[in-house]
């Protein structure tokens, strides 16, 4: 992607085009930029090197293979339009319409067919009619007239690069990941057949240890999510938004807790906190259902190491975003009070030192001249010849006629003027 425009200092957009539209071989090299752009996005988290190369590999392979083995546009979009529990949805999940909840799904599940299945020449001769009524697109975009007219006439594409978009739509990809995560923990510690292997240690008057495990396994996974947020942080930061504009976004998108916000500036991970167990959870409701097939009396103290899970908790607090699973490891064995004075104040100066610097870029405004007092100069006096009646100046300047003419007057020069 080459920038064909400087970036917009408001919006922070700008507008690039691909260039390898124009290389014969683009559709050669595409599998091999794939897989390159996954193996540069960096390693997550909990992912070793030989991790990160083999998916760019397993990348590159399905992009090679992707022209034989994809169904055709008429195939994909036939399947589109079979619904499943009443909805349309595509191929990537996006709902096209809902049978029972939309009056026009007709409508639109038609026009999404007209879409996939037009040829180009009608879809190209509608985009520019919406660029010269100045249409916006589903996304909230408006097109650009001439942008359309040369693509369409020439194939030269120019895109417009909104970081604040992509990040918005990065933030429900986020925002899904945090409640998996959550939703596979709520599952997976109210599953009865996991639990009963705590039973049997239960059983022999030792520690339960299911839900501990589960509970440190929610929290590297929310740790790995929100380190993957932390990233787009940082290159926001780089591409010139300021924290508060980041905050503002974050806070829209309701993808994270303000808790969670205030970490992520600092880059300082948030630990969940362990669940309350109200009389509806679902933990209770099966060690109910265990209490009556065993004949027991099991109250949730006795799964739950409540002292173990407060010592996850606290490993995991103030911990620094973007540690891999070793450095992790080691850090997990720091203090509390060791945490603060190593990684805590020092994450804080990098934040307050990124605010100082964000503040000096604003424009100063124009402050008004301060009221200065006028200087006494003593007025000058001026010398009149007593005989003529004229000064000095009068006298000098002025012809014999002019001076006859003044001195009747006595007014000076300026009435003679």
Known sequence: MVPVESQNPKTKAWKSTDMSTLVPYADILTPFKFGMQTILSGKNPDQTSLELYTR???????KSLEPFLAPSIAAETALELIPKNGQFRTKSGGLIADIRNDDDWWGKVMYHAYKKLTPTTIRSAEEIAQAIGGDLSKAGIKRDLYDTVLKVLTGFGIRRQDP?????FKLGKYSKELGNAKAAFTTDITDARRLQTDLRLIERNLSPEYFTKEFEKLQSNKYRIMSELYKDV???????????EIIVMMQGRRAVSRADIDSLMVG??????????KQDSGIIKAIEQI?????????????????????VQKNYALLPLGLSQSERENLLRTTIPGKRKEILKPAIEERRKILQDQRSELPKPQLPIPNVPMPNVSPVAVTVNPNTGLTRTETALLSPTEQIIAARNKGGIMDLV
């Open 164 to 168: 604040y978009q992509a990040f918005r």
């Open 291 to 311: 209490n009556r097939e065993t004949n027991n009396n099991y109250r949730v103290k006795d799964f739950v190491d409540f002292k173990a899970i407060g010592d």
């Open 234 to 244: 940082q290159a926001l930061r780089k591409i010139g938004f300021n924290d508060k």
């Open 268 to 277: 300082i991970f948030n630990p969940d906190k362990p669940p309350s167990f």
């Open 56 to 62: 760019g590999f397993v990348d590159f392979i399905k």
